[in-house]
């Protein structure tokens, strides 16, 4: 059989350099297996990967007529060639559109030593752009048509890819849930740089130190507590060798405001000693606190809904903490500060109808059908501190220190981010699968001419429509200028996706489940272990009377012996055995040792139940299953000793020690017959069609008993 090499990879993708992908270093290995395959006399067949199976036609020709260009095609498409894509969705309706960049205002002149007595609030293009995005992105969700599938646009049909994690990310985020619009949250964060995090651990802090008066000031000037400046001055001011917590309780009784505080840290004071911390800040959160309202209210109040994410995650952590830690609060503060943990949440959870805000590479391998790109006006910085030539490290300090080696070196490095800067732009352009909006901000200096946002609206001119976009709410943040659109009409039957049999999106608010209290549980029954019952068992033989001591380690060895010796081979099992009954601690003569050996090895060697100690049986086998009685269903748990299954047959065996053994099937004791029958219940329900036989080895024998009959059928009804 001939040997093939099977590939896949996509240069125009790769854009993890900071996770060292190299595209030249797959164009090496490339053509070194291709000069490999055709030096053997095989054939090499190199596949391009064009055809797309997620985005309509009208999106591919954008990408086309974009990368087309000199500007843009450098490190995404390979030299001498041309880009084209072929869609696979023919006739689906398309649009992308690229609107005005929001510019920043003209700043307001102020007359020459004016007195600052008047509150101007600062431009923030970000902000109104943010603004605007939450604003049009609200109208778009139950309201627009997607034409392709034949329904209205859904929240979680919204993708929004920035480059890098800036101001405008949390932005955006903000204004999203500021209108009520079903937002993911964002998909990293440092758990300890979020506000309402701090103002949790300041709380600990504070419980840990009740002397610290910063931090006690913290807290009674954040959302739990709710301290104005006047209050904080009148507690803090001219309180001599007092502490801020000894002068809070000193003036509980000249307000309710100071009562109230000091009432409910004087509680979590103590508390604090005695609860984990998963639990103490559960009960702070839902617990009323001085501010009005339970915790969290609190801090979401103060803090907006962008608080929410950030706690939730926060008491995550603390749950995690005490999984495989003691539960104290100062070990968790400082492991949960020590450690700056980030936290990757994952948007693409099924059944999540949410609007997502992303990074383009989390976004990698994603797809969306409306896809918004607003951080297109910025290029990233070359910071690279260490240069390497091969495998030598050069630092230059400073640019006066930079030989014509560093300067070549930095100019390729800067070449390399270059070209996977517009990779990253491929990859966030064939994200969208019917829509993509293109969108930016300028800084007060002219945008670079190769950023995002230029390459787009060039490569569109001429092939798109030029549109005046005037887009007058939400007040204040409103955009009109010129923009392009591409468009093309539905010409095939909408092809509804899955989304489309979901509950369609309605007015958000609690629904009627979220307010009625939850039904009782019924509690599962109560496991039971088939050779424990309300039954007597059978008297078992003291190890105090005559020789029953004996007796006693005796049924004990053999059911080791039992138990291990089959998983060793036959030649070598004797030799085994009696070097384990020859050890000193089981105080065994030569002839009992002998004897014993001689009894388990028959037993092992018996023609009718040797396969059972044979390759492919297994020891100790823990078993779970549900028995249905006229009376109700028992749960039944416990373990096989000794259990053996083929293709027509499973083979049950349980070792029973310490008891004279009967000579007969119809002395055996009722409990067994129960416990084997259930047990090959189960067994019957696991491995249907196979016959199920049962035995018990006496090993005060030791001897092989087969149980059969009507007694197996839980002749005996379980109480």
């Known amino acids: 059989m001939p040997r093939t090499i099977f590939a896949v990879g996509d240069i125009k993708q790769s854009i993890f350099s900071f996770q060292h992908a190299d595209p030249e270093e797959f164009r090496r290995m490339r053509d070194y297996f291709a000069r490999r395959v055709t030096d053997s006399g095989a054939i090499w067949r190199s596949v391009e990967l064009d055809v797309s199976f997620r985005s309509t036609d009208v999106l591919l020709n954008a990408v086309d007529l974009v990368f087309a260009q000199d500007s843009a095609s450098r490190g995404v498409v390979e030299p001498g060639m041309t880009l084209r894509h072929f869609a696979q969705r023919q006739g689906d309706a398309g649009l992308v559109e690229v609107w005005p960049a929001v510019a920043p205002r003209d700043r307001e002149d102020e007359e020459a030593w004016?007195?600052?007595?008047?509150?101007?609030?600062?431009?923030?293009?970000?902000?109104?752009?943010?603004?605007?995005?939450?604003?049009?992105?609200g109208g778009w969700i139950g309201r627009e048509t997607l034409e392709a599938r034949g329904r209205k646009v859904r929240a979680g049909d919204i993708m929004v890819l920035v480059r890098t994690r800036t101001g405008f990310f949390e932005a955006l985020v903000r204004s999203l849930k500021d209108l009520g619009v079903?937002?993911?949250?964002?998909?990293?964060?440092?758990?300890?740089?979020?506000?309402a995090v701090m103002d949790l651990v300041a709380l600990g802090r504070f419980l840990l130190l009740p002397d610290d008066d910063l931090t006690l000031a913290?807290?009674?000037?954040?959302?739990?507590?709710?301290?104005?400046?006047?209050?904080?001055?009148?507690?803090?001011?001219?309180?001599?060798?007092?502490?801020?917590?000894q002068r809070l309780n000193a003036m509980a009784d000249s307000g309710s405001r100071y009562r109230a505080a000091r009432d409910w840290l004087a509680d979590l004071l103590a508390a604090v000693d005695f609860t984990p911390p998963y639990e103490l800040y559960a009960r702070i959160l839902n617990d009323p606190a001085p501010a009005g309202g339970n915790g969290r209210q609190c801090m979401l109040a103060r803090l907006g809904l962008d608080a929410d994410d950030p706690v939730d995650e926060f008491l995550g952590l603390a749950f995690s903490y005490e999984r495989?830690?003691?539960?104290?609060?100062?070990?968790?503060?400082?492991?949960?500060?020590?450690?700056?943990?980030?936290?990757?949440?994952?948007?693409?959870?099924?059944?999540?109808?949410?609007?997502?805000?992303?990074?383009?590479?989390?976004?990698?391998?994603?797809?969306?059908?409306?896809?918004?790109?607003?951080?297109?006006?910025?290029?990233?910085?070359?910071?690279?501190?260490?240069?390497?030539?091969?495998?030598?490290?050069?630092?230059?300090?400073?640019?006066?220190?930079?030989?014509?080696?560093?300067?070549?070196?930095?100019?390729?490095?800067?070449?390399?981010?270059?070209?996977?800067?517009?990779?990253?732009?491929?990859?966030?352009?064939?994200?969208?699968?019917?829509?993509?909006?293109?969108?930016?901000?300028?800084?007060?200096?002219?945008?670079?001419?190769?950023?995002?946002?230029?390459?787009?609206?060039?490569?569109?001119?001429?092939?798109?429509?030029?549109?005046?976009?005037?887009?007058?709410?939400?007040?204040?943040?409103?955009?009109?200028?010129?923009?392009?659109?591409?468009?093309?009409?539905?010409?095939?039957?909408?092809?509804?996706?899955?989304?489309?049999?979901g509950v369609a999106p309605g007015p958000i608010g609690p629904e009627g489940w979220m307010l009625r209290p939850a039904a009782p549980e019924v509690p599962p029954p109560k496991p039971l272990a088939p050779s424990r019952d309300a039954d007597a068992e059978p008297p078992v033989v003291s190890p105090a009377g005559a020789d029953n001591s004996r007796r006693f380690r005796r049924g004990i060895i053999i059911h080791r012996l039992l138990e291990v010796l089959p998983d060793l081979p036959f030649a070598a099992r004797r030799a085994a055995a009696e070097q384990y009954l020859a050890r000193p601690a089981h105080g065994l003569d030569g002839g009992t040792q002998a004897r014993i050996a001689a009894e388990v090895m028959a037993v092992l060697g018996d023609a009718a139940f040797g396969a059972i100690f044979g390759p492919g049986s297994r020891a100790e086998v823990p078993i779970t299953g549900l028995i249905r009685y006229p009376d109700g269903p028992v749960v039944i748990s416990g373990q096989i000793d000794r259990l053996l299954v083929t293709r027509d047959l499973a083979m049950i065996v349980?070792?029973?020690?310490?008891?004279?053994?009967?000579?007969?099937?119809?002395?055996?004791?009722?409990?067994y017959w129960r416990q084997m029958g259930e047990y090959r219940d189960i067994i019957a329900q696991l491995y249907p069609g196979r016959r199920v036989r049962c035995a018990l080895l006496w090993t005060d024998g030791p001897r092989l008993m087969e149980l059969a009959g009507s007694r197996l059928d839980r002749g005996l009804p379980r109480p």
């Open 114 to 137: 004016s007195v600052p007595v008047e509150r101007r609030p600062g431009d923030d293009p970000k902000g109104r752009l943010a603004r605007l995005l939450a604003h049009r992105i």
């Open 182 to 195: 079903p937002v993911s949250g964002v998909d990293r964060m440092v758990l300890t740089d979020q506000i």
């Open 218 to 245: 913290t807290v009674l000037k954040g959302p739990l507590v709710g301290f104005g400046d006047d209050e904080l001055f009148e507690l803090a001011w001219d309180r001599g060798d007092q502490t801020v917590w």
């Open 324 to 501: 495989g830690h003691a539960g104290s609060l100062e070990g968790f503060l400082h492991w949960a500060e020590a450690g700056e943990v980030m936290v990757k949440r994952d948007l693409e959870q099924a059944g999540r109808d949410e609007v997502r805000v992303m990074t383009v590479h989390g976004a990698k391998g994603l797809q969306a059908p409306i896809v918004v790109l607003p951080d297109t006006m910025s290029k990233p910085r070359n910071n690279t501190a260490i240069l390497w030539d091969g495998d030598l490290p050069l630092w230059p300090p400073g640019a006066a220190y930079r030989d014509t080696t560093c300067e070549a070196l930095i100019q390729a490095a800067g070449v390399r981010a270059d070209e996977e800067y517009r990779r990253l732009l491929y990859v966030a352009m064939t994200r969208a699968e019917d829509r993509l909006y293109v969108c930016g901000v300028e800084g007060r200096s002219a945008p670079p001419d190769d950023c995002w946002y230029s390459l787009v609206r060039r490569g569109l001119s001429g092939a798109a429509e030029d549109v005046t976009f005037d887009f007058r709410q939400p007040a204040g943040a409103g955009l009109t200028g010129a923009g392009l659109r591409l468009a093309s009409p539905q010409r095939a039957d909408p092809v509804p996706d899955r989304a489309a049999t």
């Open 654 to 671: 349980d070792f029973k020690s310490n008891r004279p053994p009967p000579e007969t099937m119809a002395d055996v004791a009722d409990i």
